[in-house]
């Protein structure tokens, strides 16, 4: 399958600063994206989505980007809490690929406090 | 989103053994999935689970290796087989509903074979 890398593996950041996380995929084909967020013991939490047709999509404290131009999507954290802290996966499903999803290396993210 | 548990949540197997996982959903699903996490890893889908049919396996993965079922609409299970300590890892389903593309995960089963 493609691809999907990020460029930080590891994140450190104050608590109260913003965040952000990138992501870079490899298929200009693929047309739906998910932030997954990883604490330790527990399995991947969705926190935001966005599909091909939008470059910005907005949640609670969260915002993702996506730049098809250049293929890279980034995770927007604002004013991180130590709660924040885990390894966050972006993920690419690829055009009618039955959903399967490609996901990234992973990025942990610690919150100073 | 669904309520996704695994059984068990955690197990030490002796090499040579097998153990299978169950992942069971409170509501009907559209599609099941199994995922490998290793240690420090991301994931890696092992296959799909269809239905009522033979299980869709991504390359690297063997339905002899990793045998799943999928009897019904809210149940899957992924035995691992005659396992060694390489097949060490937390292994994840995941589902999605009708109509949409997310897939929310299951807590996962932290596996370690001696």
């Known amino acids: 399958g493609e691809s999907v890398g990020l460029h930080l593996p590891t994140l450190s950041v104050q608590e109260g600063d913003n965040s952000i996380i990138n992501c870079a995929y490899s298929?200009?084909?693929?047309?739906?994206f998910i932030w997954y967020k990883q604490e330790s013991g527990k399995g991947p939490q969705f926190i935001i989505d966005i599909r091909s047709n939008m470059d910005k999509r907005q949640g609670q404290r969260v915002t993702v980007l996506l730049n098809k131009t250049v293929k890279h999507l980034s995770l927007q954290i604002a004013a991180t809490q130590p709660g924040d802290s885990a390894v966050y996966f972006c993920?690419?499903?690829?055009?009618?690929?039955?959903?399967?999803?490609?996901f990234g290396g992973g990025t942990r993210l610690m919150v100073k406090p | 989103s669904a309520v996704i548990s695994q059984k068990p949540s955690r197990d030490i197997c002796q090499r040579g053994t097998s153990l299978t996982i169950q992942c069971q959903v409170d509501s009907q699903v559209t599609m099941m999935f199994w995922y490998r996490q290793q240690p420090g890893q991301s994931l890696t889908l092992i296959a799909t689970?269809?239905?009522?049919?033979?299980?869709?396996?991504e390359s690297g993965f063997v339905i002899d290796k990793f045998p799943i079922s999928r009897p019904n609409l809210t149940f899957s299970t992924l035995t691992v087989s005659n396992m060694s300590p390489e097949d060490s890892s937390i292994y994840l389903c995941s589902v999605t509903g009708q109509g949409t593309d997310t897939q929310y995960f299951g807590p996962g089963t932290r596996l370690t074979v001696l």
């Open positions: 993920a690419e499903t690829l055009n009618n690929a039955g959903n399967m999803l490609t």
């Open positions: 689970a269809n239905q009522g049919s033979e299980a869709t396996y």
């Open positions: 298929n200009s084909a693929s047309d739906y």
